[in-house]
């Protein structure tokens, strides 16, 4: 069988080109990153073909004060068309083109003339109900901002129509699908995976102290204010929250009528040093409001760290509660408080779990049943 990939930038296309590759399925992997980045991802430069002019601009303008919404959609959206357009002249002979979302349309439908079949993968839930309900959250909290680029929403929703499949990582991506009219025969649910030789157990969390970490961007989405309530509920003498990752912009009239004692906002941190940070923590937080998976995680569990996950992101196919982390609903902070009360007041329960969170991942091998799961799914697509 051969399968091309086409992917904005990275995300886990290129562990999944990993797991094709060493299965002899992967003919090319098309990216909107420049080489040089993908480099580091360890796949042959004969694999690999990048389109980066659009998205690089992007990136680097981003990183200065000029960048906003409304150049961003415009930016974004001509990317996509763009990087269709070129994947299109370039599609050689296969049986399969898998594309990230927001990818592939013209080239998905080329492919498809020729006998191939086109396969939508998406790591987050439906963009018409993602866009719903984050509008939803902006408004809970008084902000202002712009809804989702409506042409985003209406070319991702001719890529669902025209796919032959449509791949998610979780029960409540896979839900948003169906909610929207897409019928679930269609579906297919394939949990990602984490990279072992990257996340590992480094060391114990210091005793007596109550360390609770969360990792990824910090913004509305993730329901990062639901967290700081939690925390800032919590009676403990040595409690400390550390947000590791960026600001967006919008959070800032947030943040300001936050509680933010003991917490401290570390900024980026490169994923090879993350395992340091989920060490020593005594629980990884993810309080989203939408989230496709959220591989901090499992991350988070191969480094012997229970997780709490709200049930709007991979954590109910994750998690076996009170086992190795707990699921709580979205938008209640009472639910973290009560987690974070529990765990501190018994810390041989958050040994074990953390035990068993190090032995649950472990028994994933990486991001192997990740690629076990595509070779059945494909195979079963082409047949």
Not at 230 to 239: N, S, T
Not at 258 to 278: A, C, I, R, S, T
Not at 316 to 331: A, K, M, Q, S, Y
Request: aromatic share 10%; glycine share 8%.
């Amino acid at each position: 069988m051969r399968v091309v990939q086409a992917v904005f930038g990275v995300f886990h296309h290129f562990e999944l080109a990993h797991q094709l590759d060493s299965r002899r399925m992967l003919t090319k992997v098309y990216s909107t990153w420049p080489w040089r980045r993908l480099q580091r991802e360890g796949l042959p430069h004969s694999k690999v073909e990048t389109f980066p002019w659009i998205h690089t601009a992007d990136y680097l303008l981003h990183r200065t004060p000029f960048g906003n919404r409304r150049l961003a959609d415009e930016l974004g959206y001509l990317n996509a068309l763009a990087f269709d357009n070129w994947t299109a002249k370039r599609m050689p002979v296969c049986d399969v083109l898998v594309a990230i979302s927001g990818a592939g349309l013209k080239t998905g439908k080329l492919l498809q003339e020729r006998g191939g079949r086109f396969v939508c993968d998406r790591g987050s839930s439906h963009q018409r109900y993602q866009a719903e309900i984050n509008l939803e959250e902006y408004r809970r909290w008084g902000l202002e901002i712009s809804s989702a680029d409506d042409r985003d929403t209406v070319r991702e929703e001719q890529i669902y129509d025209a796919a032959d499949a449509i791949t998610v990582p979780s029960t409540y991506s896979l839900k948003s699908f169906m909610q929207q009219g897409i019928d679930a025969s269609k579906l297919h649910r394939i949990p990602y995976g984490v990279r072992l030789s990257r996340f590992r157990k480094e060391a114990d969390p210091l005793e007596g102290s109550f360390d609770v970490i969360y990792v990824g961007n910090i913004s509305m989405h993730k329901g990062f204010p639901y967290l700081l309530q939690a925390f800032a509920g919590l009676q403990h003498p040595r409690k400390r929250l550390y947000m590791v990752g960026s600001i967006s912009r919008e959070m800032k009239p947030v943040l300001d009528k936050m509680p933010l004692e003991q917490v401290e906002f570390v900024g980026h941190v490169p994923q090879e040093q993350l395992k340091n940070w989920m060490s020593h923590a005594q629980v990884l937080v993810l309080p989203s409001i939408d989230d496709g998976f959220g591989m901090v995680m499992t991350q988070a569990m191969a480094c012997g760290c229970p997780v709490i996950a709200t049930d709007h992101t991979g954590g109910p196919d994750l998690i076996d509660e009170g086992r190795d982390g707990f699921v709580v609903p979205i938008r209640s902070p009472e639910a973290i408080r009560e987690k974070f009360e529990l765990l501190a007041s018994t810390p041989y329960l958050r040994e074990q779990m953390g035990a068993a969170a190090l032995e649950k991942v472990t028994k994933l091998g990486g991001w192997d049943t990740y690629g076990d799961a595509w070779e059945q799914f494909l195979k079963n697509l082409v047949q």
